[in-house]
Nanobody
Framework: QVQLAESGGGLVQAGGSLRLSCAAS????????MGWFRQAPGKEREFVAA????????YYADSVKGRFTISGDNAKNTVNLQMNSLKPEDTAVYYC????????????????WGKGTLVTVSS
């Protein structure tokens, strides 16, 4: 099993920035990618960004491209999400995830999930 712990959520005004962090522990050798998902009130969970340890490739949802940046440290089993130019529609619970990255698979191939951290963007 892999345990994930997120931090860094909070309240910010539109146009502001937040940085989310996630640390993994446990059977981290089974992870090939880490990422972030979010779930807004009344909506389904959606993919935000992911980074693969092999090659360090990063992937983003169209809605956050150019505003969010994912970074990670394979050796430390950590991943961060720098969120800039935040909009009210970015308000959601953000979940850290780990596993494999595969857009065609359930949950983009992610197997492990954190408990989530709330990001609220006020207008």
């Amino acid at each position: 099993q892999v345990q994930l712990a997120e931090s860094g959520g909070g309240l910010v005004q539109a146009g502001g920035s937040l940085r989310l962090s996630c640390a993994a522990s446990g059977r981290t050798f089974s992870m090939h990618a880490m990422g972030w998902f979010r779930q807004a009130p009344g909506k389904e969970r959606e993919f935000v960004a992911a980074i693969t340890w092999s090659g360090g490739s990063s992937y983003y949802a169209d809605s956050v491209k150019g505003r969010f940046t994912i970074s990670g440290d394979n050796a430390k089993n950590t991943v961060n999400l720098q969120m800039n130019s935040l909009k009210p529609e970015d308000t959601a619970v953000y979940y850290c995830a780990a596993g494999d990255y595969g857009p065609g698979y359930l949950n983009y191939g992610m197997e492990y999930w954190g408990k989530g951290t709330l990001v609220t963007v006020s207008s």
